[in-house]
């Protein structure tokens, strides 16, 4: 069985733990019950403004172990900030020891975080679904209007403020995902199709549903359908840097798709507005396409075309740091050593001014390596 199939396999075995009736978009939320906070306080109710604009209160859900745990935080840290976000809180029903020592690792996390020691409340929200790191967005009414994964929460946020506050909208996209879930369990690719053009009519490019098709039509070997699929979606939602990150993850993996690699930057370049999306794409393209020239000179494109949208001086110090630290990588396969240093500790530096130490440590590393390689000479 090769490593496909048996991740495959895998995932089918875990659907059936995943319960279908966890709180989400339409509920009312549950209080928060038995928390033992570690930095801050439960967070602010969520209020309107003079101008009746909501400002939301955010529950995120999130396990400590896990490699990007401390990349989610600084993420949510960043949007606490936001005029339109009364608060924070992150829970995790991980033992108190293992949250304090990720809390360590980001002395100057501006969030709430709290240890769910019963777990009560847990399972309230998540039910036992195994999709961490989960966010509730919580409106005045004390009404659940999304619940999705972290990575997609600044998309719903920077979405019109009639698409946020529909709750019935929100609900029904919430209960075909549930059934989608079921279907994949039982292992029904054509009517998972079907629903999940029902989902992209309500929802152009919806995470979970495009995640969910693509996963079950490439592991079936219908590279070419779930190229079909992701391609319509893009058309349909060109400016969603995320369907531009499954596109290109699909791409990676298939060679026959490499050809699609200039549209698709193209495409990237002429319709996201996000810089640091244009980041991701450039550490995605030089870390997956090794020796791939489309790749390397696509990856130039789009960090220049990042730098145009949002000079390093601009940003937030996070956002910065990331964009240093695309550059570095960029510079090193251009094989340019010292610039590759120089950004990689600018990289260093900027972690360490957003609080985040081991990104700092990290980088500091890479660039320790960088420099090894500018230095290092063979006598061939």
Not at 225 to 249: M, T
């Amino acid at each position: 069985m090769t490593v496909m199939k048996r991740i495959f396999a895998a995932f089918l075995l875990a659907l059936p733990l995943i319960p279908l009736f966890a709180l989400r978009s339409g509920d009312k939320m549950q209080r928060l019950a038995d928390i033992k906070w570690l930095r801050g306080t439960a967070p602010a109710a969520a209020v309107r403004d003079e101008a009746g604009h909501e400002k939301y209160r955010i529950l995120v859900f999130l396990l400590t172990h896990t490699p990007n745990s401390p990349d989610m935080l600084m993420l949510l840290d960043g949007l606490s900030r936001r005029s339109d976000v009364a608060g924070v809180a992150v829970i995790t029903p991980d033992p108190v020891n293992d949250a304090e020592a990720l809390l360590a690792r980001l002395p100057r996390l501006g969030i709430s975080f709290g240890a769910d020691r019963e777990r009560k409340t847990t399972s309230a929200y998540m039910a036992g679904s195994i999709l961490y790191p989960m966010a509730f967005v919580v409106d005045s009414r004390d009404r659940i209007v999304w619940n999705g994964e972290v990575v997609d929460l600044p998309e719903f946020l920077d979405s019109p403020e009639k698409v946020r506050d529909d709750a019935s909208r929100q609900g029904k996209i919430a209960k075909k995902i549930d059934e989608l879930q079921a279907l994949m369990r039982d292992n029904e690719s054509r009517k998972m199709r079907l629903l999940a053009e029902e989902i992209f009519s309500l929802d152009p490019g919806n995470a979970a549903a495009l995640r969910m098709i693509l996963f079950v039509f490439e592991n079936s070997g219908r590279i070419s359908e779930a190229w079909r699929i992701v391609s319509g979606q893009l058309a349909a939602a060109p400016e969603k840097a995320r369907i531009h990150y499954a596109a290109l993850d699909l791409v990676s993996r298939h060679p026959e798709l490499r050809r699609e690699l200039p549209g698709l930057i193209e495409r990237f370049c002429k319709s996201v507005k996000t810089p640091d999306a244009y980041d991701i794409m450039v550490w995605t393209l030089l870390d997956r396409f090794t020796f791939d020239q489309a790749a390397l000179t696509g990856a130039v494109r789009l960090y220049e075309a990042g730098s145009r949208l949002a000079p390093a001086g601009s940003r937030s110090p996070a956002s910065a740091a990331g964009h240093c630290a695309a550059g570095a990588l960029l510079a090193a396969r251009l094989g340019n050593f010292a610039r590759a240093v120089e950004l990689q500790r600018e990289a260093a530096r900027r972690w360490r001014a957003a609080g985040n130490l081991s990104g700092a440590a990290e980088a500091g590393k890479i660039a320790d390596y960088f420099d090894l390689c500018g230095k290092t000479v063979v006598k061939w």
